[in-house]
């Protein structure tokens, strides 16, 4: 499979993203820069890493959002590449409406920065089929902007077509989001945003390997 990392102006886990797709996958993904208004036809999974694209100027994601590159991942989510957002990348896939809902400050105001518990809600998806429905997995988080909302409508329809895919567990949600929701899909499956980050807990040297199923199947799938 063939993966791309989206570059923006302020991302700050890009170099953690690539380090783990390439020690995942053998092979180092593509980089693309913001400007660009393509991506090559070969890519199977394309990601938006963590940071803080304009330095979260407006607000986060909004500036990103609008930039060339990503009207050209707009036609490829809608193609059916798979397409993945980790925290900034979540913001940002909401402001581009690949997503539903918002995210905004975390309900207690204060930027957090710990390891928290994630439940496997959906097994069923394009990033999560090397986990087992209701197993508890551990994984960083970094944001201040992690407070997931939807209303009452829209969170009606991810619960009931099981578009949440990883809920925060054991009473450890960190930012106040509804439902305890840390990362959901698209209607069509091939597009996930998540706040936590599963790029920092893939190896011993991480202090375990929790995240790596996110990236084997997702890579699995692509050559499938």
């Known amino acids: 499979m063939k993966a791309a990392v989206i570059l923006l102006p302020g991302l700050n886990r890009d170099r953690d993203m690539i380090a783990a797709l390439t020690k995942i996958s053998g092979t180092a993904p593509q980089t693309i820069w913001q400007t660009e208004t393509s991506i090559p036809s070969d890519i199977d999974l394309v990601v938006i890493p963590g940071g803080f694209s304009y330095g979260d100027y407006l607000r986060c994601g909004a500036i990103a959002a609008r930039m060339p590159v990503m009207q050209a991942v707009i036609e490829r989510a809608k193609a059916g590449t798979r397409i993945m957002g980790v925290c900034n990348g979540f913001q940002i896939l909401l402001e581009m409406g690949l997503l539903p809902g918002a995210l905004m400050r975390n309900a207690h105001l204060n930027f957090v920065c710990k390891e928290v518990e994630l439940e496997v809600t959906n097994a069923g998806t394009a990033f999560s089929n090397r986990y087992e429905k209701g197993q508890v997995i551990r994984c960083p988080v970094a944001h201040h902007d992690g407070n997931y909302f939807a209303d009452g409508e829209t969170l009606a329809r991810l619960e009931g077509e099981e578009r949440v895919v990883f809920r925060y567990a054991n009473g450890g949600n960190p930012n106040g989001s509804v439902n305890d929701i840390a990362g959901i899909v698209n209607e069509g499956g091939n597009v996930l945003g998540m706040m936590p980050h599963p790029e920092n807990l893939i ?11 996110i990236f084997e199947s997702a890579l699995d799938l692509a050559l499938a």
């Open 203 to 213: 190896e011993p040297a991480h202090g375990g390997d929790h995240g790596r199923g």
